[in-house]
């Protein structure tokens, strides 16, 4: 109790700290792009409607979940099917590489030849920046299989789908989890990026309108929005991690206390 | 039961080929207890992995039951060294040592009952619940024994399985294997490099050769088939044994020809 | 029949009479025409619906017009040229927007700092100067205004910035002079800052600046929904700069332009024809600025 | 020898492949945005000339480095730091976490009140993008320092800077690695995105000029020097990587061959 | 030279209260080589680490040559269980044994010959440049065991350092340890559960009880100091201390009182 308590003074001590001196810093501020922390903190309210919310946020949030599933879904998948083959592996490593140096925003016009300027368009472009965590990350995972694991499996007759379900996903998870964090942020960046290309409603097109229309402290809330949005989603994610992979971190943890 | 017939593993691979086991042949019969001690290096666990249709051998065959070997057979259960490798760290006890059971195809019901039959023949039925890295490595070695069991296989193949645990639980577990063989009438090949051990637990003990491996001498171990550790390994035919066996091995190292 | 139930997926299909076009636009003051001619029922007159989708510049709606995503997009004269010289199968239908042709009363000028010493666009050699688009309309006019000042253009240093971040940079010094159209002249002259020269009325007096194109394969197989189009479109431009004040008021639907700051800016001419005299003008201006792999062909762009 | 050709060929497979397929796909493509591959490969050398490589790709490649290089010092430190002691971690982590979320680019504004528009702002963009997976990274490679290797060094009298050099960045300098490589990647993203906003020269400003000039094959063999871009420094990256972290990769090897 | 008076060590944290050492008492005389045994889990390595300076006793003293320790005192070097954990892997063999040598101060010339000196100790001169990883076990312990004589200590504490190699270089490194102690005159103490190898190896057995630990009694090794594998593990004397150990262990285990 007193343990939680402290915990949570800790983590909101910083946050604090820092909005504090936000605040003061920015409280004379007649510089239009560096308004006082309080005009931003007034329009908050004004701005984030629950129909802004539900125009705006929400179908940011749903290109980003599509975008995101499919990443996964494709990144795991094709993921397993290299890792798994030493032969694949080496035919398709250097077009992967090649293909993940190319930036998804530069790809756009190509993009929209394909699927549009709709929502296909920006679930595919955060899908092509997503998909490459969670690819070369769940490579590695299968590939570390344990050999000794897997010559279990073998021995007791476990292969085909159930090796796949119950040693191969399971011994990659830890990095799949690893690579599907990393595309969260990416997801978060290109989210915001597509919808400046061409949308008609968006977290990201909101941001930018207010930019372009001057309106600065709602730029601002926007930009808090963001953070938010994203530090949302990060515990979220934590806590989904934290049920997939309590085997892992528990495994992490008596590894350290003992030989 | 066991047929070993001029067994011969080369390994090939980067340039370099090895000679692990050169011409053994040996046989193991119905419901025996016998060890393989052999030096360092001298390719034992390769000799069981070819046994265990693991390994495919370069020359000769091993039977079981009169039939020919060619991949894991569903009769035959394997335990590796590796404790911490070979249990699946994301899969509670219990789990573990259901999952070739429902790979079998068994029941629930059965599956529920061999379990518990088996964590309780190793003490270990409060375990089902709990993760193996909760548990102390001796713990986690009769985990796996206990999953060998629940299989109910015919022949067991234990490879240094307890190379990796301290003195004490090293007692405990010989001990233990001992019993469930005198118990259960399984056919057991036991792989040590301690000598000790091979002539505590086994009725017949093989020693080879250093590599290229053959078998250099095969032993019958004429102490009463009731054992323990205070009053065994102090018994002056346990020495003689011991002293024996010792000499075969010093000498299987430097190469000299078995008398 | 005004009925807007089916076809709302498969964009220009015809229902009931009415068909639904979707229209590529940038959300500025410009195209306030063509909302309000939606509301005024311009368009359903005509038997058309339209369906907005805003994108951040003309670069992402011409592959849109090219590909068949949308049906009409909005251009300006200069992109629209280039595309054509590169046999990006474009066609322009109907006019968009028009400088005033007013010197320094336009809806785009050259500005500078307050205490900023420039004070012909002649001063501008050697100075850093912000345009929105490098080798576009702006540039292309920025350059007439230096050289009808006396100057030489290639003597002025161009970085590209967006329009809302010139205000600021301005400000702080960190460009000289900065070509800006409304909003942001509203917001650099609010701060004090000065307006040297029109550049686009120093190009052509009532210079076309943008027009609304479909793709040639459109065009050619929808030449009756092209026409309604160009009809439609010319009664909202006429109604547009007939009511200045209806314009600035639709203009707050779609953009976040706080009213403070609409009701000071200069709206540009909405003329229901495009003059091919001044767009021939820019023409040779961008050729000279080697905007173009090949001559554009206007009789072919042009309606 | 015959193996290296052999992995030659298996790398070289796929790309011939591809690039085969494209050719003959885009043979008679009369879109303009789709052209010829024909058309590309012919428009490469007139737009990749030595002048551009110099004027575009160099000035882009300098703030590439800048900006990676500043976020790998900082990261590092600061990763170092907040690893290093638990209550900072603590106090850190959610905003963190916060920042993380917020993109760069929607940043810009704000970053050029502080570094202007000129080169500064963009290595501040890319510095700030990447700093995130080397700084996250780092933490977590700090915080697992072995605690035996930890005792070790204590136990010698190794302490203060030495234990920094000799144990902290050594041990976990796998994940800071993992972290540089994934800045990598973002900040070839990021490189592109900066130089969208204000810039007059830069491999992504020639790209984004060529699309808005419709030079569609010109804008494709932008693509085209991007993906080779960040393909070779992906391969240079490699090379570091196989010399620092050699003993790493010798490690999980032998961690991998043997118990 | 070597006093634990009255040691006492109790952790905390997250609640619990572990009482390991409840109140040891002995003393280790100069050049003395003292094997410690005591059930799994009863305190040997928490006692080790309060000699070694490596935990703060919560009550009682340690006293080294007559002063207190309250860190790691130069004088002392000690030997891991975890060879695998307690070598840095990311430095060649000769690095890790001349690393605390450096912390010291030495010259480089100086240091180049201690480090000579001790790994031509251990059999292991050619293994300079090796890494540890590319040793078998017993090799990476006997490492362990030249960086510990290299750095010239009086007192050497050895935390079960032979538990995890297997059982033939278990005897070979439990000779050299007999031999090191006879050449350098170093006052070893010595910490096992291994009964044997606790009376073959030392001069004096020191019994712990189960935990909360108390010295349970402490035996003197009336073996020849001239000892062999072969000989001295079935001379009769050596089975009877050994019997006599197990007993006291086991009385231990069941925390009877001893007589
Ligand atoms: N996959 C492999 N490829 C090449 N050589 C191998 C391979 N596995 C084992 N060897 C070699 O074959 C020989 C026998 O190895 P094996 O592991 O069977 O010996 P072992 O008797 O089990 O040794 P230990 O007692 O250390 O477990 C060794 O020389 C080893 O280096
Ligand atoms: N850091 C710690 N925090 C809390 N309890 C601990 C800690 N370290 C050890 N203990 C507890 O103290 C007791 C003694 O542990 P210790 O490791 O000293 O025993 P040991 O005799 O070395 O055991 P082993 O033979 O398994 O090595 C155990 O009950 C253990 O659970
Ligand atoms: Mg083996
Ligand atoms: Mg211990």
Chains 1, 4 share one sequence.
Not at chain 2, 182 to 208: C, K, N, S, W
Not at chain 3, 179 to 194: F, H
Not at chain 3, 200 to 205: G, H, I, N, Q, T
Request: hydrophobic residues 45%; neutral net charge; charged residues 20%.
């Amino acid at each position: 109790m007193r343990r939680a308590l402290l915990r949570l003074v800790f983590a909101v001590a910083l946050p604090a700290l820092l909005v504090t001196v936000w605040w003061v810093a920015s409280a004379g501020s007649t510089d239009v792009y560096w308004p006082p922390l309080r005009t931003i903190v007034e329009a908050f309210p004004d701005v984030w409607t629950a129909e802004r919310l539900r125009g705006d946020v929400l179908p940011s949030a749903l290109r980003l979940a599509g975008g995101y599933a499919l990443a996964a879904v494709v990144g795991v998948a094709l993921g397993t099917a290299i890792g798994s083959y030493r032969r694949v592996r080496a035919v398709c490593e250097p077009v992967l590489e090649f293909l993940r140096a190319v930036p998804p925003p530069v790809l756009v016009p190509v993009i929209m030849l394909f699927a549009g300027i709709g929502d296909t368009m920006k679930v595919t472009v955060i899908a092509a920046g997503c998909v490459w965590p969670v690819l070369l990350n769940t490579v590695e995972g299968v590939r570390a299989v344990d050999p000794v694991m897997a010559e279990t499996a073998r021995s007791y007759g476990i292969t085909g789908a159930a090796r796949l379900r119950n040693l191969v996903l399971r011994s990659a998870s830890p990095q799949i989890f690893a690579g599907l964090r990393q595309a969260l942020s990416i997801g978060i960046i290109l989210m915001v990026i597509s919808e400046m290309f061409a949308a008609s409603n968006g977290l990201g097109f909101t941001i930018v309108q207010f930019q372009r229309g001057f309106a600065i402290p709602d730029m601002w809330t926007g930009i808090l929005v963001l953070g938010l949005l994203g530090f949302l989603l990060s515990v979220v994610f934590q806590w989904v991690e934290r049920r997939v992979l309590g085997w892992y971190h528990g495994l992490r943890a008596s590894a350290r206390r003992s030989p | 039961m066991l047929d070993v017939r001029g067994l011969k593993k080369v390994y090939e691979g980067s340039g370099r080929r090895v000679e692990a086991v050169r011409d053994l042949t040996f046989a193991v019969g119905a419901g025996e207890l016998v060890c393989l001690v052999g030096p360092s290096g001298c390719g034992k666990t390769t000799l069981l992995k070819c046994v265990g249709g693991l390994l495919a051998p370069t020359g000769g065959e091993v039977l079981l039951e009169g039939r020919k070997v060619s991949g894991p057979p569903p009769g035959m259960a394997f335990v590796f060294q590796e404790y911490g490798r070979s249990l699946f760290p994301w899969m509670r006890v219990g789990e573990n040592v259901g999952l070739p059971l429902r790979q079998k195809g068994l029941s629930r019901a059965r599956r529920g009952e061999l379990v518990r039959d088996a964590l309780g023949s190793v003490g270990l039925a409060d375990a089902v619940r709990a993760y193996p890295w909760q548990l102390s490595g001796g713990m986690q070695q009769r985990v796996a024994i206990a999953r060998a069991l629940a299989y109910e296989p015919r022949v067991l193949l234990m490879d240094e399985p307890f190379a990796a645990v301290d003195a004490q639980t090293r007692a405990d577990l010989e001990d233990l294997v001992r019993g469930l063989w005198r118990e259960r009438g399984i056919t057991i090949l036991f792989v040590t490099h301690d000598i000790d051990e091979a002539v505590y637990l086994g009725e017949r003990v093989i020693v080879l050769s250093a590599s290229p491996t053959v078998v250099r001498e095969q032993l019958k171990v004429d102490l009463p088939v009731e054992r323990d550790q205070l009053h065994t390994r102090v018994d002056p035919r346990f020495a003689e044994l011991r002293t024996h066996v010792y000499e075969q091995i010093q000498a299987a190292k430097k190469g000299v020809v078995a008398s | 029949g005004s009925s807007d139930g089916g076809g709302a997926s498969d964009a220009g299909a015809s229902s009931g009479g009415v068909t639904t076009v979707e229209v590529g636009l940038i959300p500025i003051v410009d195209v306030a025409p063509l909302y309000l001619g939606q509301e005024k029922g311009f368009f359903e007159k005509q038997g058309l619906k339209l369906r907005f989708t805003t994108a951040q510049g003309g670069a992402a709606i011409v592959p849109g017009v090219a590909s068949g995503q949308f049906q009409f997009g909005f251009s300006n004269v200069t992109s629209l040229m280039i595309a054509q010289s590169n046999n990006v199968p474009v066609k322009a239908v109907a006019n968009a927007i028009a400088s005033t042709g007013v010197e320094g009363k336009d809806f785009s000028a050259i500005t500078v700092g307050k205490d900023s010493p420039i004070r012909s666009p002649k001063d501008l050699e050697g100075k850093r100067v912000a345009i929105n688009t490098l080798k576009n309309i702006n540039e292309t006019s920025v350059r007439a205004s230096v050289r009808k000042a006396g100057g030489d253009p290639d003597k002025v240093e161009f970085v590209e910035l967006a329009f809302d971040q010139m205000p600021a940079a301005l400000d702080s010094g960190q460009i000289d002079a900065a070509q800006v159209v409304e909003p942001a002249l509203a917001t650099v002259k609010s701060q004090g800052g000065r307006e040297i020269a029109s550049n686009l009325v120093d190009v052509a007096p009532d210079l076309t600046v943008a027009l609304y194109f479909t793709s040639t394969r459109y065009a050619q197989q929808n030449p009756e929904v092209v026409e309604k189009f160009r009809k439609a479109t010319a009664e909202s431009l006429a109604y547009a700069d007939a009511h200045p004040d209806e314009a600035r008021q639709i203009v707050t639907t779609y953009t976040k332009i706080p009213a403070a700051v609409l009701d000071k800016v200069t709206l540009p001419k909405w003329p229901a024809e495009p003059n091919r005299a001044s767009i021939e003008a820019l023409m040779k201006l961008g050729e000279d600025d080697g905007l173009f792999k090949s001559t554009p062909d206007l009789d072919k762009l042009l309606p």
